[in-house]
């Protein structure tokens, strides 16, 4: 694993029914959910390094932090960018911001842990609940 602050990236949305706080049941209102921008942010995290990372490791979310600023109705493109800031062994920390074309719509923090993927599932597993 040769990951270091700097990788980016970013994805789009468009804002659509499944999407918001109404569908999610976050809300009752049709604009862009806070779990859904969280699972952007999240998702554009794991598109950051997936390609840094040994084989048969991948990254799991342990911590956020996230400001919700602006609502973004249906039909609004939400761009989502991350970067990754700071690498202190196997933990990764994210900044995020998403924006529409008017505003800054959220930012926040994300961190992550590199695990081995079959050791974490089996461990998941062994879980008694």
């Known amino acids: 694993m040769t990951l270091t602050p700097g990788l980016r990236s970013q994805l789009t949305i468009m804002v659509e029914m499944e999407d918001t706080a109404k569908k999610i049941g976050s809300g009752d209102v049709p604009v862009l959910a806070t779990p859904r921008l969280l699972a952007l942010a999240e998702a554009a995290t794991v598109r950051a390094v997936e390609r840094q990372l040994a084989p048969g490791q991948t990254s799991v979310g342990t911590r956020v932090e996230l400001e919700h600023l602006a609502a973004s109705p249906l039909g609004t493109h939400v761009r989502i960018g991350v970067e990754l ?9 994210f900044a995020f ?6 505003a800054v719509v959220g930012r926040g923090t994300i961190e992550r842990v590199v695990v081995d993927r079959a050791k974490f599932l089996a461990r998941a597993a062994g879980v008694t609940r």
């Open 85 to 93: 800031t700071e690498v202190d062994g196997r933990r990764l920390v």
């Open 97 to 102: 911001e998403a924006h529409d074309r008017h």
